[in-house]
């Protein structure tokens, strides 16, 4: 009698909540992402990283704020300003990362301490305790109050927050980035930029949940898909870097139609408006310039210029 009840029961629980499980399959990067207490968020489960970067006619527009989207009073490279940015809209982190003296790992772009902190010295020649004494600089020489953060603590409080985009300044040592990011089961919150197909097959030797960035243009395409098709990973383990110049509508299907999401970048001088510099573009053009590249087909921008971008997201889904 009592297991009869049981199952009975079992089996309203099913009939119960399958309609809402059904209704809210994870099929789009738009179902990870959440925005709460004023902060977006991009929550990946475990194993689910390449659902995220699976392209479909659904596919929201994102942002890869470039070294963690700096802006005045929030450096690059910093966890505050990621959570500065993450106010502003759903994005992907672009970080750099560097190796010390000591061998640990900090994020920052140069090689030199001098631009980025109120310190000096070459990165790989001073030791993690040191750099930690520094203090920040924003982009305008503004003193701040943070410090350089290592990537362990950067890959600790990136869990259910983003993914980072790890930009490695040294493939000498892909292998002890990859150690880190497992001994920490981080895999989930990574995007790892790769240099060729030879390091992304490294990468994914080691650690196959990490999520390879590949680059392609319209010049390589075939090329780079005929290397993928002869390593170890399939395409669902890639997204795709076209360039620093919008692509066309046509190269953008061409990617989407293999289930692949683009992330272009959005730097330096742009064929749209004859050269010119991004940074010497007024806000309507480069409200033009970023528009176009949502227009033609691309999913991702990444840009020094978030906030701009993140009005235009917000707005459309208003």
Do not use: C
Request: no cysteine.
């Amino acid at each position: 009698m009592k297991k009869s009840i049981l199952i009975i029961a079992s089996i309203f629980l099913i009939v119960a909540f399958l309609p809402s499980v059904l209704a809210h399959p994870i099929s789009s990067a738009s179902d990870f992402i959440s925005f709460e207490d004023g902060t977006y968020s991009i929550e990946i489960p475990d194993g689910q990283i390449d659902k995220f970067f699976h392209w479909n006619a659904n596919y929201p527009k994102l942002i890869s704020a470039h070294r963690g989207g700096f802006t005045t009073g929030f450096p690059e490279n910093a966890i505050a300003t990621f959570e500065n940015t993450l106010t502003t809209a759903p994005a992907l982190l672009e970080v750099d990362v560097r190796r010390t003296a000591d061998g640990s790992w900090i994020l920052m772009h140069d090689e030199d301490l001098s631009r980025t902190t109120n310190g000096k010295g070459i990165v790989k020649q001073t030791n993690l305790a040191t750099i930690k004494t520094f203090l920040l600089k924003d982009n305008q020489g503004n003193l701040t109050p943070y410090h350089v953060p290592n990537l362990e603590e950067t890959l600790l409080w990136a869990n259910g927050r983003t993914i980072l985009e790890l930009d490695l300044k040294s493939d000498d040592y892909t292998d002890e980035v990859v150690e880190i990011i497992s001994q920490l089961d981080a895999g989930d919150r990574v995007r790892f930029i790769t240099d060729n197909i030879e390091q992304a097959t490294k990468i994914y030797n080691l650690n196959p949940e990490i999520h390879l960035g590949i680059s392609i243009s319209a010049d390589n395409l075939n090329a780079v898909l005929a290397e993928v098709a002869a390593a170890p990973f399939t395409l669902r383990k890639i997204s795709v870097f076209t360039g620093t110049q919008p692509q066309s509508a046509d190269f953008y299907q061409k990617l989407h139609a293999r289930g692949l999401v683009t992330i272009q970048g959005v730097f330096g001088e742009q064929n749209l408006f004859e050269n010119t510099s991004i940074d010497e573009l007024n806000e309507k053009q480069r409200k033009t310039l970023f528009d176009s590249v949502f227009d033609r087909g691309g999913d991702v921008i990444a840009s020094d210029y978030y906030q701009q971008i993140a009005d235009i997201i917000v707005s459309d889904n208003r």
